[in-house]
């Protein structure tokens, strides 16, 4: 069965520093999203990416973060420079028909 | 804006006993109804959904959900809980349009006493 897959499952990084989340969506999937959830809290909307431009974007999602989908089949998330409040679980979800979206099993940011 | 309300944080039953896990949403159109499972330092498995049609939708572990529009709310039930099913239970709400972003609830874990 086709999945989400996403790395590195766990990063950790310096304040300040630059990090790349990658996702793998599914193949034939054409929205593409980013959701973070930090400890002990519920999951939030980052961004939707749909036909190589960002289609929704949160209040979270400010100037620090971009997306790309350099290929056919990666989709990334850059965080420019980390601050300690973006440490958290990130996922990344993908779907083909509206509403049902499927999710990778995140990638844990530690940001020191 | 959408919102998702799970009243109760935490909930604890006893093997084979009956679930019912609250959620409530705010929408100003027809939901996309969602509930998923997340079990502890994993990714969010999708039980069920609800788009249209039949208000009750059955899902995957023997969960079922009732969409009741008067109420605003999409509760989840389970017959007989089994110690597999303690986790932590997020309800969505979609929205209805080409974005499709999807809001959560602040979850309820579930803890099943033996």
């Known amino acids: 069965e086709p999945e989400v897959t996403q790395t590195p499952s766990h990063q950790v990084t310096q304040m300040g520093q630059e990090v790349i989340l990658r996702c793998v969506p599914i193949s034939n999937h054409l929205y593409f999203y980013w959701y973070r959830q930090i400890l002990g809290q519920k999951v939030e909307f980052l961004v939707s990416f749909y036909n190589n431009e960002i289609s929704e974007k949160s209040e979270i999602f400010d100037d620090q973060f971009s997306v790309e989908r350099p290929d056919g089949s990666n989709f990334t998330l850059k965080i420019r420079s980390t601050k300690l409040e973006d440490s958290a679980m990130y996922f990344c979800?993908?779907?083909?028909?509206?509403?049902?979206?499927?999710f990778g099993p995140g990638t844990r940011l530690t940001v020191l | 804006a959408q919102s998702v309300t799970q009243p109760d944080i935490h909930i604890t039953v006893s093997e084979g006993a009956s679930l019912e896990l609250r959620c409530n949403y705010s929408?100003?159109?027809?939901?996309?109804l969602f509930w998923y499972v997340q079990s502890p330092g994993q990714g969010l498995q999708l039980l069920l959904k609800y788009f249209s049609g039949d208000t009750l939708v059955q899902g995957i572990k023997g969960f079922e959900a009732e969409f009741k529009r008067s109420q605003s709310s999409f509760n989840l039930r389970k017959p007989s809980v089994h110690w597999s099913d303690a986790a932590e239970y997020f309800c969505?709400?979609?929205?209805?349009?080409?974005?499709?972003?999807?809001?959560f609830g602040g979850g309820t874990r579930l803890m099943v006493k033996p």
């Open positions: 929408y100003g159109a027809t939901p996309y």
């Open positions: 969505a709400v979609g929205a209805n349009n080409a974005g499709n972003m999807l809001t």
């Open positions: 979800a993908s779907r083909l028909t509206p509403g049902e979206q499927f």
